[in-house]
């Protein structure tokens, strides 16, 4: 049994949306919606009137969800997509994504670790530039402390 090939979309909506029995469309709305695909497909070039390019024209027009197309009032399941990767290429990416993601938890672990060392370091820094402060302090004063011993050295000497 051989399979009848599809019509384009724009044909179909007309099928799905024309009334034998009246002789028009069911709706207003459909005749609109046709009208207006059939003027874009006018505005393209004789050999550019191919089924493909209908079918962009309908997406146009009344727009598209995936696995879903409007107007047609049920689901149209898409034909395969020959750019999509093949299970095996999917299997490989899907493993290395794994394996990304447990490197970069182990790369956060070790961030962390990293991160709290560097504010132990900078922790102690400032400890330490407190006791070198702490020193300077101490040094001025031992100066000065040594300054008028001396001082006072000079002074009964002289007198």
């Not at 207003?28 to 089924?51: G, I």
């Not at 999917?90 to 560097?118: W, Y």
Request: net charge negative; with cysteine; proline share 3%.
């Amino acid at each position: 049994m051989k399979r009848e090939q599809a019509p384009n979309h724009v044909a179909f909506y007309r099928e799905v949306h024309w009334s034998t029995k009246k002789g028009r469309f069911i709706t207003e709305a459909a005749e609109h919606n046709y009208n207006m695909m059939l003027e874009r497909m006018n505005e393209m070039e004789p050999e550019d009137n191919n089924d493909e390019n209908a079918n962009a024209v309908f997406k146009e027009v009344l727009g598209s969800r995936s696995g879903y197309a409007r107007g047609l009032g049920h689901l149209v399941i898409p034909e395969p997509s020959q750019s999509l990767l093949s299970n095996r290429e999917f299997e490989r990416l899907r493993e290395e994504n794994e394996k990304n993601k447990a490197e970069n938890e182990k790369n956060k672990a070790e961030a962390e670790l990293f991160k709290k060392k560097f504010e132990t370091f900078m922790n102690d820094l400032e400890k330490m530039n407190a006791c070198f402060l702490e020193c300077d302090r101490l040094n001025e004063r031992v100066t000065e402390l040594e300054s008028q011993r001396e001082s006072q050295r000079e002074t009964p000497g002289d007198a």
